[in-house]
């Protein structure tokens, strides 16, 4: 059974950091693209950032590139999301999502249950 | 403003036929696969269509998914109330390199 769970959220001030993981199990990680999707309070689902199965692409949205760093360890079958500079509008839930294939094209086919991110002074 | 274009809300009774529009460009929906996805109130999201028309295992075949030129549509028959939730579209964007996303339908069942 594929398993996703995130950590690593939590309340952080405007200015700060926080790193997310996400721990994946029951799927060859080293085979997949991961991405990371955020939901803010009563909004849409937007897409933050993504990574092919090898780290060889890396993409990001335009409002998170400079702040935001994907990254992933396949030995340990694990994602992350460093987040820098956080502002008050990054207040969402954080959903780690496997995608379809080695490189990142739109799918999320498997979603984890979401951490919490909350940027308030 | 979302890249992709659905209508905020939609509804139906139980047994009716619904259909959520999804409206993109060549750049996105006119030149890759579209993609469902179904949020049932406070959960994660889950994969509903794949590949324009595709469904995963253990969706039933009420729903439907279809794709012509730059617009997309999921369709959902014999409406049940357990089909109330929010549903996404998304894609590939060519010139953004990267996933959108559709702004969200809230489907009620009346």
């Known amino acids: 059974e594929v398993q996703l769970v995130e950590s690593g959220g939590g309340l952080v001030k405007p200015g700060g950091s926080l790193r997310l993981s996400c721990a994946a199990s029951?799927?060859?990680?080293?085979?997949?693209?991961m991405n990371w999707v955020r939901q803010a309070p009563g909004k849409g689902l937007e897409w933050v950032s993504s990574?092919?199965?090898?780290?060889?692409?890396?993409y990001y949205a335009d409002s998170m590139k400079g702040r935001f760093t994907i990254s992933r360890d396949n030995a340990k079958n694990s994602l992350y999301l460093q987040m820098n500079s956080l502002r008050a509008e990054d207040t969402a839930v954080y959903y780690c999502a496997r995608g379809d294939g080695y490189n990142p094209n739109g799918s999320f086919d498997y979603w984890g249950q979401g951490t919490l991110v909350t940027v308030s002074s | 403003q979302s890249v992709l274009t659905q209508p905020p809300s939609a509804s139906g009774t139980p047994g009716q036929r619904v259909t959520i529009s999804c409206s993109g460009s060549?750049?996105?929906?006119?030149?890759?696969?579209v993609y469902w996805y179904q949020q049932l109130p406070g959960t994660a999201p889950k994969l509903l269509i794949y590949r324009n028309n595709q469904r995963p295992s253990g969706v039933p075949d009420r729903f439907s998914g279809s794709k012509s030129g730059t617009s997309a549509s999921l369709a959902i028959s014999g409406l049940r109330s357990e089909d109330e939730a929010d549903y996404y579209c998304a894609t590939w964007d060519d010139s953004l390199s990267g996933p959108v996303f559709g702004g969200g339908t809230k489907l009620t069942v009346l």
């Open positions: 060549s750049s996105n929906i006119g030149s890759n696969y």
């Open positions: 029951g799927f060859t990680f080293s085979s997949y693209n």
């Open positions: 990574i092919s199965s090898s780290s060889s692409y890396i």
